[in-house]
């Protein structure tokens, strides 16, 4: 049985949470269709086809009924009707991927991509109004055309008549409903009965019937208005986000046989080198090749100051070259490099709700029906029970009907967390969704890798104690050569020293780690081991006399290593890793947010406590991965936990963790694996990070205040009789904006600062 393909599209037009629900039920009632995802700030479609159910243009025409313009994600855009996006997973580049399987999607659709069909009633942004003054836009031109038809009905009853007023308001009402009610129509067709288009639209047409012409018309002319202000509030959180692409710049200078020309950056491939002179980004993720320059990495990580790149470093796509001229090789395609992977995972992190972001979704769904059960029952119990005027009650439950869309609410939370997503993306703080953001605003503990995290990761050796009758350069050099080909920052201490001392490398094969104790390898065709002092002695491979020389090591804070081959004990080796410099800060601002730090490593205790009374921490030594596992899960049933770690050794417990946080280099295990990621080696971000958490959190809920608040406040008006039609869709669409204007104060929140 074939497996289903999965497709994405870009869906312009969309500008409030009501949005998504109509275009998520719809697709959804398509055969085959599975795994149905809308976002609504990166305007993104996603959803899996079983083969031979429904065709991807089938889905397009239905996204268009609803008055939305779609497009297939890909390069060529609305080029083509049904144009896959096929994705192969999280590291895949997503954009215009298509499957190793052709299908043919040429056939005709009968209509234009570049605009919906006149027939959907089409009031939502086009992607050409974007850039422009608002009354230029669709919705803009809208509203002014509302605005000066209820003007020149305004004008016919000062001036005319009463009547002819009255003839006025109705005919600027039905003019300014047509477009709605086409919209309502088209959703109802698509089993969506209970939309702000259809309450409008009753709501309108009730008016005009009971003789309310004037409020109708004005009611009508106040939504197309607060169309207007959803849009531009939506577009100002997207902005946010399209903004991270400008980062990059659009031409790069190629060299090629030694000749210098502009080309596309997105038409760079891997090897080729290009010049990056000062002043400018730098185009693509590469290696430098020559030059020593000033990187500004301040675009991809937040980090402010310059740090100096020579010869073999690796640079971002969008930092910026401050000082000298730089020859770079690229090393990742354009669709792949740290930014494009950045705002990927902000447009993937908006899909992966928050919990309250579920229960609220959850609860719109019988919230309108019961509101429009409600209206009804307010429109007819007063007048059959007890003989009240029909239209006095007609009126208070067409208010009830406006007042009771839930639009405010549903944005409430997807708003914040597209801003906080951006805010923190901006200042190399990634996290991956709202669930994340919901975890990490409850975390009362947090546990620390050491090396690399807490610690600089690049460690030097200190001192060098061969056992007797074993020279220093062969203890050294069996070292290097069981270390040779590995990444851990103690492995490249020890083949930095030997390079020092340029020792001659000896021949080793099948190396290997033993997790937690230290690594072993065949050198010269025998084994050897690099192992923890504990380790070694348990293989008879330290010397009682060298034990006494380990400990007193370790109580200098230095990390030591024994050195032996097959019972015998070459010596030991110490090295020692620097906390960083802000490390004692970071610790101090969570202490005082309520949060208890601890170190967890698999250093010797000597060595682990030395570093943990530097920064105050509690700490918890040789301590293997497994070991590591069960603290977390301790942790975890006492509170939320966060794991701080480089994102490889570490994956277990940043898996068991309700938050898992890769820091620092790490940037690709980070960008993939983790719940979060910190961008820059900076312990002062953990602290940060858990305060953009809490500040969207308490945005969240202010929101949600304000959402329920004025609804709580208007029904019981609007039931009384104290507000009006004109009042209720106010306050519906006010509501509306003052949530996402809210959501939007994130961007400017800096989360750096305490207090």
């Given amino acids: 049985m074939r497996e289903a393909t999965k497709y994405q599209w870009t869906v312009s037009g969309m500008d409030c949470a009501a949005c998504t629900v109509k275009v998520t039920k719809a697709v959804e009632r398509l ?22 159910a429904t065709a991807p243009g089938q889905v397009e025409e239905t996204v268009r009924k609803l008055g939305y313009q779609i497009a297939p994600l890909s390069d060529g855009a609305g080029a083509r009707s049904g144009a896959r996006a096929h994705v192969h997973g999280p590291g895949c580049a997503g954009h215009g991927a298509t499957a190793d399987h052709d299908h043919d999607h040429d056939h005709d659709h009968g209509h234009d991509h570049g605009a919906a069909p006149a027939a959907a009633g089409h009031l939502h942004d086009d992607p050409a109004d974007r ?37 006025a308001f109705a005919l600027a009402c039905v003019i300014g409903l047509a477009p709605v009610a086409q919209r309502a129509f088209a959703a109802l067709r698509l089993g969506q009965p209970f939309t702000i288009e259809s309450l409008m639209t009753i709501a309108a047409l009730g008016a005009l019937v009971i003789g309310a012409a ?43 046989d030694g000749r210098i020309s502009e080309v596309p950056a997105d038409s760079l491939l891997i090897g080729q080198t290009v010049l990056v002179r000062p002043g400018d980004r730098i185009p693509a993720d590469g290696e430098i090749v020559e030059g020593t320059s000033g990187i500004d990495e301040s675009p991809v990580t937040g ?11 690796a640079v971002y796509a969008g930092a910026i070259n401050t000082e000298a001229a730089l020859r770079i090789r690229v090393s990742r395609e354009p669709a792949d490099n740290t930014i494009a992977r950045i705002i990927r995972l902000v447009e993937e992190a908006e899909e992966a709700r928050a919990p309250t972001e579920r229960f609220i979704d959850r609860f719109s769904r019988w919230y309108m029906p019961a509101i429009v059960a409600v209206s009804a029952l307010v429109v007819l119990l007063p007048p059959l029970a007890l003989g009240l005027d029909w239209q006095v009650w007609i009126y208070r439950g067409l208010a009830l009907l ?18 906080a997503l951006s805010s923190g993306a901006r200042r190399g703080l990634l996290m991956k969704g709202g669930a994340v953001i919901e975890a990490a605003a409850a975390v009362r503990r947090i546990a620390f890798d050491k090396t690399g995290t807490l610690t600089h990761g690049k460690p030097v050796v200190t001192d060098l104690r061969p056992a007797p009758d074993v020279a220093e350069g ?46 072993q390898a065949l050198v010269e065709g025998a084994q050897a081991w690099v192992a923890s002092p504990r380790h070694a002695a348990e293989a008879g491979g330290l010397a009682p006399a060298q034990q006494d020389v380990a400990r007193a090591l370790e109580a200098e804070g230095k990390t030591v290593v024994a050195v032996f081959r097959e019972g015998q004990p070459l010596g030991l080796i110490a090295l020692r890793d620097e906390p960083r410099a802000d490390a004692a800060e970071a610790m101090r601002q969570l202490r005082a947010m309520g949060i208890a730090p601890v170190i967890l490593t698999g250093d010797n205790p000597r060595t682990a406590e030395a570093i943990a009374g530097q920064l105050g921490m509690a700490f918890r030594a040789e301590m293997l991965p497994e070991d590591k596992l069960g603290v977390i899960r301790e942790m ?21 963790a309700g938050v898992g946080v890769a820091m620092g280099s790490g940037t690709d295990v980070a960008l993939e694996t983790a719940d979060a990621a910190i961008l820059r080696d900076r312990v002062q971000d953990v602290p940060a990070l858990i305060r953009l958490a809490r500040a969207t959190m308490g945005n969240i809920r202010q929101n949600v205040a304000v959402a329920l608040g004025l609804k709580a406040v208007f029904l019981v008006t609007s039931v009384l009789g104290l507000t009006g039609l004109w009042i209720a869709i106010l306050a519906d669409t006010g509501a509306t904006v003052l949530v ?12 750096t600062r305490e207090g």
Wanted: hydrophobic share 50%; net charge neutral; proline share 7%.
């Fill in 636 to 656: 975890a049933a006492e509170g939320g936990v966060m794991m701080i770690g480089d994102g490889i050794n570490d994956a277990p417990a940043l898996k068991q």
């Fill in 303 to 313: 980090e402010s100051v310059p740090v100096t790149r020579g010869p073999g470093a």
């Fill in 214 to 256: 004037e409020e109708a018309a004005l009611v009508v002319f106040l939504f197309a208005v607060g169309e207007v202000l959803e849009g531009v509030a939506a577009g100002k959180a997207r902005d946010s986000i399209r903004a991270l692409g400008d980062l990059v710049p659009k031409t790069a200078l190629l060299e090629q």
């Fill in 474 to 519: 062969d203890l050294l050099a069996v070292a290097a050569a069981v270390e040779a080909g590995s990444s851990h920052p103690l492995a490249q201490a020890i083949l930095r020293r030997a390079d020092q001392q340029a020792l001659a490398p000896l021949p080793a094969r099948e190396a290997r780690a033993i997790p937690g104790k230290g690594v």
């Fill in 131 to 167: 850039g422009k003054p608002w009354y230029r836009s669709g919705k803009g031109r809208l509203v002014l055309g509302t605005g000066l038809l209820l003007a020149l009905a305004w004008g016919f009853e000062l001036f005319v008549s009463a009547e002819y007023g009255g003839w």
């Fill in 740 to 751: 996402t204007l809210n959501a939007l104060r994130l961007l400017r929140f800096d989360p």
């Fill in 402 to 419: 406006l007042i009771g869309c839930p639009c405010a609410l549903v944005i409430s939370v997807p708003a914040s967390i597209a801003s």
């Fill in 31 to 52: 055969p085959g269709v599975s795994e149905v995802k809308v976002a609504l700030m990166s305007e993104r479609l996603s959803l899996a086809l079983a083969p031979g």
